[in-house]
């Protein structure tokens, strides 16, 4: 399909809203970085989603003509997306993550990690325990991590906790729409505080990693986002350091650890230069998660403690 301009009172049909959302968009300094990287992309989730159509519809959609009601929603919210850059999750109020649909609000941030991928491949060739059983997904925010964890894995029991009473209420919501709720469970710790001990086979995190530079000047999109889940000191890596100390004592002996640290990942490579962190790359992109088994994190945790 051709992108033209289209006027605002001429939008009739999906396709015209499709291109009024597009050239406004580019048109504007709106930031994309919560699921999406382009206008067309922000344009198809925000008029297939008013319109109450899969993301996936096919182009016979194109000619389907808008309500009123349909298309001064879009207007608006398009207006709310470029003036005050607010991310479209937030004003869709759904996400995406693992191929699963999540509720999405600012009590938590955008789900977005590349560790969607790693659970779509089943932790594997990185995993090689036996079959997980339990998971601990630590610095759960809305549960995206944990509970696509819990979806894929029928036989997993999954742990959520995080410090934000708010963002485990999200969680909690999410289990529920996902019909999870009786395999997992939600724990109010700040990391592993009100923890008990276990043994888990994983745990994976994306704990709060933006170092203080970073986080004073991302773009205006972000600061929508709770702050509690985005900065970790000057170096971002404060939360980072405090679960390296402790998750050793937490894992079965083929267990492993998966944290991500986004661009904070030099600042640790540095802070521990023996450490053989495990890099992980992803086919669909993302950087800055790492790997570390039961063992490793036994051999060096003089190191970690230090």
């Known amino acids: ?31 994309y970085g919560h699921g999406t990287d382009n206008a067309w992309d922000e344009a198809l989730q925000l008029v297939l989603t008013v319109c109450e159509l899969p993301l996936d519809s096919g182009d016979d959609v194109l000619a389907y003509t808008l309500s ?10 398009l207006e709310r997306r470029i003036a005050q850059h607010i991310p479209l999750p937030y004003l869709l109020g759904r996400a995406w993550f693992a191929g699963l649909e ?29 079959e997980p059983s339990r998971v601990l997904d630590l610095c759960c925010g809305g549960g995206c991590i944990g509970l696509a964890a819990a ?20 969680a909690r919501e999410n289990a529920s729409l996902l019909g999870l709720g009786e395999r997992v469970s939600f724990i109010h ?17 994306n704990p709060p990693y933006v170092n203080a530079s970073d986080l004073a000047t991302m773009p205006a999109e972000y600061h929508h986002e709770p702050e509690l889940s985005l900065g970790s000191g ?9 679960i390296l100390q ?61």
């Open 151 to 170: 979806h894929y894995f029928p036989q997993l029991r999954v742990d959520l906790a995080d410090l934000d009473q708010s963002a485990l209420q999200l």
């Open 189 to 205: 710790s700040n990391l592993f505080e009100a923890i008990e001990p276990a043994k888990y086979d994983i745990i994976v995190s």
């Open 1 to 31: 399909m051709s992108i033209e301009k289209t006027n605002a009172k001429n939008i009739e049909t999906i396709a015209e809203a499709l291109k009024f959302c597009v050239h406004a968009l580019e048109n504007s300094d709106v930031f």
């Open 102 to 130: 999540f509720k999405c609000d600012e009590r938590a941030i955008i789900p977005r990690s590349p560790l969607a991928q790693l659970i779509l491949d089943e932790f594997k060739p990185w995993y090689g325990g036996a």
């Open 246 to 306: 402790r998750a050793g004592s937490y894992l079965s002996d083929n267990g492993l650890l998966v944290v991500e640290v986004g661009n904070s990942w030099p600042d640790l490579e540095t802070l521990y230069a023996k450490v053989p962190f495990t890099w992980l790359e992803f086919a669909s992109g993302g950087q800055g998660v790492f790997t570390l088994s039961a063992k490793e994190l036994q051999q060096f945790s003089a190191t970690f403690r230090g």
């Open 68 to 77: 009123p009601a349909s298309c001064q929603q879009i207007k608006l919210l």
């Open 234 to 242: 000057p170096d971002g890596l404060s939360i980072t350091c405090h």
